[in-house]
């Protein structure tokens, strides 16, 4: 880089310089017990935000759902059963639902289990088709990968706020997946305390004997909180989902490719799929 070449700011820092630069727009203020809807979509036009953006920020504030913090042993070790996500998406309902039900079957490979008016929940695809899928799709990439794997279930909650927008919320279920991590690192710990009970039994001195136990613990506990990378991508899966709605609108239904018929066809196309 050359002298007088400014220096490229990031995301990270872009963040942060914007988030302070709103603090100390706000700090010049007095917003008294707080400002009114209009307020906020003057003042953000003020700072040069596109009211659409303030508009949709805003709908997602009133409909935002309170984390509920973690309760019961297995949440404070592995972490939760579910996770949730929410979006203000432009669109009406029914376009709305038919673009997740046809992103959930084609990307994730969930079918639906219950369709109700403003509520969808899905399940894995079974049988020999879905198996095929999914062995192809574990050599993709990108946005071609799959990310709910490791969930039991998936919801979907949508209402209209207002012409044109609707609130989405997506619940993901993952309690087979938490249950094999605290399984295996159970087992593990377990493990431990059998063969320090017999070391002890066999008559080995007790701190000999109680070598092996922390270490299987130890390891145990490690296997417990890998479930959390495994959330983590199920939680990736319900943003890139609202990812698609946000951008695509009611029109995403129509960026979706379409099937092959018959079980080769459909062979051929995932092949196709994880050469490209």
Not at 30 to 39: K, M, N, S, V, Y
Not at 128 to 141: G, K
């Amino acid at each position: 880089m050359g002298e007088g070449t400014p220096a490229r700011i990031d995301r990270a820092a872009l963040e942060r310089i914007i988030q302070r630069a709103a603090e100390l727009q706000t700090a010049d203020r007095d917003i008294a017990d707080g400002l009114t809807p209009e307020q906020v979509l003057s003042l953000g036009r003020e700072v040069g935000i596109p009211e659409r953006h303030l508009q949709q920020a805003l709908l997602e504030e009133r409909t935002r759902l309170v984390t509920v913090p973690a309760a019961g042993a297995w949440e404070q070790i592995a972490g939760p059963a579910h996770v949730v996500a929410q979006r203000a998406v432009p669109g009406e309902v029914p376009a709305i639902e038919s673009a997740l039900v046809e992103w959930m079957e084609d990307k994730e490979f969930f079918c639906v289990q219950r369709r109700q008016p403003g509520r969808v929940t899905w399940e894995p695809l079974g049988g020999v088709a879905a198996a095929v899928r999914r062995s192809t799709a574990a050599f993709r990439r990108g946005s071609s990968a799959m990310t709910l794997a490791r969930a039991d279930t998936v919801s979907a909650t949508v209402f209209p706020l207002e012409p044109g927008w609707c609130h989405v919320t997506l619940t993901a279920e993952a309690r087979r997946a938490r249950a094999e991590f605290v399984g295996g690192g159970a087992a593990l710990a377990g493990a431990g305390m059998l063969s320090a009970g017999v070391m002890i039994v066999l008559g080995a001195l007790l701190p000999v004997a109680l070598i092996p136990l922390p270490l299987a613990v130890g390891l145990g506990y490690g296997v417990a909180r890998q479930y959390r990378p495994a959330l983590a991508r199920v939680q990736l899966g319900l943003e890139r989902a609202l990812d698609q709605l946000e951008h695509g609108g009611a029109q995403a239904t129509q960026l979706l490719p379409g099937r092959s018929a018959g079980l080769l066809g459909m062979l051929a196309e995932e092949i196709r799929r994880s050469l490209r």
